[in-house]
């Protein structure tokens, strides 16, 4: 079942992951290389974005996940910025303003991210690296998704450097399940366990999963 089907429209790079074993992951070169996938529709209460992120510390601000791949939308979504001081900045665009939430640690390293949005109460939530990070408020939160690593194809703003296991949930994922998936994406015992990261009941409510070339 997984993963879903998704179309190259200008490839990424396929290549090894050594921080998770036997894994792949794609890798962006901030001009030409974007993912598309069919119009992800999501809950209009809550939904869950977790993904590996690896950004190049240049100077590029670069969209991870938009809705940039639909004709006459207005393209918003998920970003890091690494301009000047704002090195490793997780942001959202929602058409109208721009929401700020933490910094990753090291932007040239694999670091965990996820976002629980509620769309009623207009809120994203951000965990990086398994721990609490910021909650953006008075967010218009969009629904759909349908682009990795770039704004829309054939603007800037495209992403530099690699991402992994995307994976989306039509469920707030609780602070503890978050954790679980963090710790269990990493290296344990020398063994992967990402082949069994979304069971235990996840699977009823995930919408999205593209490991990004690892089979």
Known sequence: MFPFPFSFIAPAVDIPVEQIA??????????????????????SNEYTISLW?????????????????????????????????????????DGS????????????????????????????????????????????????????????PTGSNKFIGKIDEVAVFNKALSADKIQQIYDATAIVGGVSQTANLFTGGLSSSLVYWNRMGDS
């Open 22 to 43: 036997n894994a792949e992951a794609m890798s962006f070169n901030g001009t030409d290389q974007y993912i598309t996938f069919p119009n992800l529709t999501l809950s």
């Open 53 to 93: 992120i690896y950004s190049d510390p240049g100077t590029n601000v670069g969209y991870f996940l938009t809705n940039g791949n639909t004709a006459g939308a207005s393209t918003v979504g998920f970003k890091i910025d690494n301009n000047g001081t704002n090195i490793g900045r997780l942001e959202y665009w």
């Open 97 to 152: 303003n721009n929401k700020v939430f933490g910094t990753i640690p090291s932007p040239a390293s694999w670091n965990h991210v996820v976002f629980i949005a509620n769309v009623s109460g207009g809120t994203i939530t951000s965990y990086i690296n398994g721990s609490l990070d910021t909650t953006a408020t008075s967010v218009t939160v969009q629904t759909m998704y349908n682009l990795i690593g770039a704004y829309t």
